[in-house]
């Protein structure tokens, strides 16, 4: 069974940054893409960015030259390094991999003024 568990989430002023960590049990981390999505109040989650298997990286619009993707397949873990934080950026994070159900409870970030 797949499970996903973020952290590093908290309360950062605006043009701060955070790193955040999803570890993935389960699953043959290697070998999956992985993504980041967030959910702020009231709205749609949206996808954040995505790493393929071999290291090929994709962002929305609103995060790029900000925010990067990685990850450590010897830790089955994927980051997300943010930089440049904006208010417009305080949402819940969360991680998944694509084409698989299950979501992780998510870790918040607020980005105050």
């Known amino acids: 069974q797949v499970q996903l568990v973020e952290s590093g989430g908290g309360l950062v002023q605006a043009g701060g940054s955070l790193r955040l960590s999803c570890a993935v049990s389960?699953?043959?981390?290697?070998?999956?893409?992985m993504s980041w999505f967030r959910q702020a109040p009231g709205k749609q989650r949206e996808l954040v960015a995505i790493?393929?298997?071999?290291?090929?990286?994709t962002y929305a619009d609103s995060v790029k030259g900000r925010f990067t993707i990685s990850r450590d397949n010897a830790k089955n873990t994927v980051y997300l390094q943010m930089t440049s934080l904006k208010p417009a950026d305080t949402a819940a994070y969360y991680c998944?991999?694509?084409?698989?159900?299950?979501w992780g409870q998510g870790t918040q970030v607020t980005v105050s003024p």
């Open positions: 389960g699953s043959r981390f290697s070998s999956n893409a």
């Open positions: 998944r991999i694509p084409g698989f159900a299950a």
């Open positions: 790493i393929t298997a071999s290291g090929t990286t």
